[in-house]
């Protein structure tokens, strides 16, 4: 049921928003040299790597590290990068994740390649079951202001919790927090 939800709304968002999504790409290129979609190494379901897609909001030389690693994250930003960032525009591409497989709506956000302690403490959990989500329940319950143990338990209770009407919920939940700009740092 998921997986089909999944398919069936990522290929009708990526239908739905074709224009504004080349839009957003042209802006990206015409206000920073470099391509308009930067491709991370994530973590996904088993500890498998995939590419992630994301609208760039940072320039090419940034450091490909965690945003709240950087000493100053703010100088790294494109001329639309935080503007990107705090609307939660440059996640919209994920919806190719979301329709290929290697993601879904709802589950733990994919840790980078190189969150190795993230990684160890979601996987002595086991929630290396579940595929990342464009949301979850620590996304709306603290973004990235959250310390990596508190982060862990949070997607360990989706673990434990996980449904399609909690997944409603926390789909909800996001939009309403998008909307007001919750927990946005950048």
């Keep these: 049921m998921k997986r089909l939800f999944d398919l069936s709304l990522s290929l009708l968002l990526l239908i739905l928003l074709a224009l504004p999504l080349l839009l957003l790409a042209l802006l990206v290129k015409l206000t920073s040299p470099g391509p308009a979609l930067y491709w991370s190494d994530r973590v996904g379901r088993h500890n498998q790597l995939f590419s992630m897609p994301k609208f760039r909001s940072m320039r090419t030389d940034t450091p490909a590290v965690a945003t709240h690693l950087l000493a100053r994250p703010d100088s790294y930003l494109t001329p ?79 673990l434990a919790r996980r449904s399609m009407s909690f997944d409603l919920q926390i789909l909800w939940l996001t939009f309403s927090k998008v909307l007001r700009r919750d927990g946005i740092s950048h």
């Design 80 to 158: 639309i990068g935080s503007f990107l960032r705090r609307s939660s525009l440059d996640e919209l591409p994920q919806l190719w994740s979301i329709l290929l497989g290697h993601m879904s709506f709802v589950g733990p956000r994919p840790a980078l390649f190189n969150q190795s302690d993230l990684i160890a403490q979601r996987t002595a959990l086991g929630v290396d079951a579940l595929l990342p989500g464009l949301t979850g329940w620590a996304q709306i319950n603290g973004r990235d202001e959250l310390p990596i143990p508190e982060k862990v338990r949070l997607d360990a209770e989706y």
